[in-house]
């Protein structure tokens, strides 16, 4: 079972743990990559389940512009790499197509944006999706 735990920054330098599930289930961590593992023991502590640590989904809270910068930032992280996937995606499909079209590598590597050494090495695969 996979459990949401809510991770606050303390202006004392502390991170307050709660698990909205469990009524009383409580911690506090120095840093946020400790919160996993010491909201899992304290899971364990509440209901005597073990859980994983790779179970908890962390919900951080900054106050502030702090965290609005923060939440931002994660968010476009979050947005660019579905970009790089859609391109990685259909420069693929651009690759092969281009190739069927009798492009040269080279060629390919210039209109794709890509070096005409990953253009052959995506047109030596099978897949032209």
């Known amino acids: 079972m996979s459990y949401t735990v809510r991770a606050e920054w303390d202006e004392s ?3 307050v743990v709660t698990v909205p599930a469990i009524p009383g289930a409580i911690t506090q ?14 899971i ?15 919900q951080w809270w900054v ?10 930032a994660a968010k476009l992280r979050q947005e660019a790499a579905l970009l790089v996937e ?15 079209a009798g492009f040269s590598y080279r060629d390919i590597g210039g209109m794709t944006g890509m070096s005409y050494q990953r253009a052959q090495q995506i047109g030596s695969c099978r897949s032209g999706r």
Do not use: F, Y
């Not at 502590?45 to 790779?54: E, N, R, S």
């Not at 106050?63 to 931002?72: F, L, Q």
């Open 13 to 15: 330098g502390w991170w």
């Open 29 to 42: 961590c120095r840093r946020l990559d400790q919160v996993p593992v010491d909201a899992a023991e304290v």
């Open 44 to 58: 364990e502590i509440q209901t005597g389940k073990h859980v994983d640590p790779a179970e908890i989904d962390v």
């Open 63 to 72: 106050p502030g512009e702090a965290g609005n910068a923060a939440e931002r």
């Open 86 to 100: 859609q391109a990685t995606e259909e420069g693929r499909r651009a690759v092969h197509r281009l190739r069927q």
